[in-house]
């Protein structure tokens, strides 16, 4: 079985991956962002980075979570509810100041972690990034 | 008793601000937390305002140093959209910008690293010796800093005479076999500053996430270039220098053989580079719907884009950047805390930080 069936098998995830540009993307509804840490630790995948998107109108945002593993981009895309995501700090040292990033830039709360600033100063205003209809 | 001290945001030892906070005791480190965003410009939400031209000149404002690296990797970003394939000489031209540029970024560290040491003929003698390197990158493309070289589909400027570059090549392969390497690897001087200090356990360095030359110095083996291959580093033959020690020595001797790599590269690009076009031609740039990612292996390490664009658009509707730095800094306070408080601008530039790539 290859790396990327065990991930998908020990992820309990039916969906397939998805090769696009050079990226393997795996996307499912019930897939937990928490339970996919745990998995990418337990796999030695390296996290690289999560993007965030503001979806048109009033879609909200999607956030793209990648790790490497082994020279291979992996991507999981989430689409949040209500600007709420389960915090995954305490599984991954390394994601630590691009919550923070995304918290200021997109106003999405990473449930269960504390802020400080990062990019922007005590008091300001959260939500940079977001384009004006949003506000 | 503990008490506090600030390193920055202004300070001789640091290019552009950013902030340390160190709680020391007597003249132990025994704590940091490091603070940055003073120069958040806010180019990503910039770059949404910018048709597929502009948006590449906006990126190569980025980093001063690395400012090929951002356009090459947007570029492929972007040439993943438009279903463009760069032609292969414009390929290998990219690959010598790229190692050019790190050739640039490497021996500018070394400079800042040894006037930091206290080492000022090394300042120096790496200072004439980043000066060949940057009258090369003018002689490419006419510029010493934002180059300009890359455009969706391949480069905007021709290298007429490959070979005759090669003769720089040799100098500076000559000069840092001859005096920058020794002098790094054996002065009592170097040794003293460098050994044992500002370490960051391979355990750590995963954990942290870290990429480039920090990475390699603790022993991750991680390069873009040999594991996921761009442009045309698939055709090139080198070494990945990797270090254990994780200390700032290992962090200097990792740049210095990478140094050493990038000529033995810069050798094979330069004779091998085949004839042909440089780009796909000026027909009209047609994006498709969707997201695209790439990444490259900067000076400092891993960069990454993600660019997206919805069909028709004249502008994208998101490109976000992702640094090496911003994936490197955080472990400085890691390699500060024990250190002495002397050593601790050292500590933080053997990372080689760029702090307006981290804030864009």
């Known amino acids: 079985m290859t790396p990327l069936e065990s991930i998908r098998k020990e992820l309990r995830v039916n969906d397939p991956w998805i090769e696009k540009g050079n990226v393997h993307w795996l996307e499912s509804e019930g897939l937990k962002v928490r339970n996919l840490a745990r998995t990418m630790n337990s796999f030695n995948a390296r996290f690289v980075t999560i993007t965030a998107y503001q979806l048109p109108a009033e879609q909200g945002i999607r956030l793209e979570y990648h790790w490497d593993l082994d020279g291979q981009l992996l991507g999981f895309p989430f689409l949040l509810e209500g600007l709420e995501i389960e915090s995954i700090y305490d599984l991954c040292e390394a994601v630590d100041w691009i919550e923070r990033e995304i918290h200021e830039g997109f106003a999405v709360n990473f449930v269960g972690r504390d802020y400080e600033p990062l990019l922007l100063r005590e008091g300001d205003k959260l939500g940079v990034n977001l384009r004006q209809e949003a506000k | 008793m503990s008490y506090k001290i600030p390193m920055g945001p202004y300070h001789p030892a640091l290019e552009e601000p950013y902030k340390l906070d160190m709680t020391c005791e007597g003249e132990t480190v025994c704590d940091a937390s490091l603070h940055i965003g003073f120069n958040f410009r806010g180019i990503e939400h910039l770059a949404e305002t910018r048709n597929y031209i502009q948006v590449i000149a906006l990126m190569e404002r980025v980093c001063g140093i690395c400012s090929n690296i ?228 900067a000076p400092r390490g891993e960069v990454m884009y993600s660019v997206s664009w919805v069909k028709d658009a004249r502008n994208p509707s998101r490109v976000h950047v992702r640094t090496p730095t911003f994936v490197n800094m955080p472990a400085i306070r890691h390699m500060v805390i024990g250190a002495r408080l002397a050593d601790t601008p050292l500590i933080q530039a053997s990372i080689d930080p760029c702090y307006s790539c981290t804030d864009r």
């Open chain 2, 70 to 297: 951002h356009t090459l990797t947007l570029c492929q970003a972007m040439e993943q959209l438009t279903g463009l394939n760069p032609p292969p000489r414009a390929l290998y031209i990219r690959v010598v910008m790229a190692e050019l540029e790190r050739l640039h970024s490497h021996v500018l560290w070394a400079g800042i690293a040894a006037k930091l040491m206290g080492f000022k003929t090394m300042f120096m003698t790496c200072f004439e010796l980043r000066e060949k390197v940057m009258d090369v990158l003018q002689a490419i493309s006419g510029n010493r800093v934002n180059y300009s070289m890359n455009r969706i589909g391949g480069v905007n400027r021709d290298i007429e005479d490959p070979l005759a570059l090669l003769a720089m090549i040799e100098q500076l392969e000559s000069e840092m076999v001859r005096t920058v390497i020794p002098i790094f690897t054996t002065s009592t001087t170097a040794q003293s500053r460098c050994a044992g200090i500002g370490v960051l356990s391979h355990q750590k360095a995963v954990s942290c996430g870290v990429v480039g030359p920090t990475a390699r110095a603790s022993g991750v083996a991680q390069d873009l270039r040999r594991a996921a291959p761009y442009a045309a580093y698939a055709e090139m033959e080198f070494q990945t220098p990797v270090e254990k020690h994780g200390d700032v020595r290992a962090r200097l001797l990792v740049r210095a053989l990478e140094i050493m790599e990038s000529c033995k590269i810069l050798r094979q690009a330069l004779t091998k580079m085949p004839a042909g076009e440089i780009h796909t031609g000026e027909k009209k740039i047609v994006f498709s719907t969707g997201t695209a990612t790439s990444r490259v292996e």
